[in-house]
């Protein structure tokens, strides 16, 4: 009951057609009896990989792919990222990064409100965009935050770890490249567009 109450948790966060859902569910159950403890980090990275990546079509591809960034990489590799990829719902006022920590997690977010502070605890910004990436810059690149972002209500996101990040950068090394190119490549087109925004405001 306990195994079936994490699976069920699982695809319902992710809201699965039924006929992965139904594979997740009989996929599970075998894996489970290898599973000492019934969590759900365990029972879901103990699904076939070839099922994942199943998953990871259906659910992700399409996530990464409608940023520039990522549509500068092969399939491949985003399908890589999409397998190791998990559906978390955050509560109201989760901190999702903090100033000064490693970046240690890339999201992307499903549903929900988040906001940006500075150190000072100003807002700077707030999202409820869907498909909106938070904290990839830092992620990306192995930096520390230098804002905070938190849930201003409960929020549903994409989460990759910094470690299956990594883990499908050396399987594929030339779409890591590529894709930090592609973000060096977005924030000067940024910077030159702030700049050019602020010459103008002193016409």
């Known amino acids: 009951k306990a195994m079936r109450k994490i699976v069920d948790e699982y695809v319902e966060n992710a809201d699965l057609p039924p006929a992965l859902v139904a594979e997740v569910r009989a996929s599970a159950e075998e894996s489970g009896k290898i599973v000492e403890r019934q969590r759900m980090d365990e029972i879901i990275a103990a699904l076939p990989h070839s099922l994942k990546q199943s998953i990871a079509r259906r659910l992700f591809y399409g996530l990464f792919v409608q940023s520039e960034v990522f549509a500068q990489c092969s399939e491949s590799f985003v399908v890589e990222l999409g397998a190791a990829c998990t559906i978390v719902l955050f509560s109201k006022e989760s901190v999702l990064a903090q100033i ?24 700077l910004a707030e999202t409820s965009t869907a498909g909106e990436m938070v904290g990839d810059i830092p992620f990306i690149f192995g930096l520390k935050h230098v804002v905070s972002i938190s849930t201003l209500e409960e929020s549903k996101l994409t989460v990759l770890s910094r470690k299956d990040f990594e883990a499908a950068c050396r399987l594929y090394p030339s779409d890591a490249m590529a894709l930090r190119r592609a973000f060096s490549k977005a924030i000067a087109s940024s910077d030159a567009e702030l700049d050019e925004a602020e010459g103008r405001s002193y016409k």
């Open 100 to 123: 000064g920590e490693p970046a240690s997690q890339f999201m992307i977010l499903n549903s929900g409100h988040l906001c940006v502070m500075n150190a000072m605890g100003v807002r």
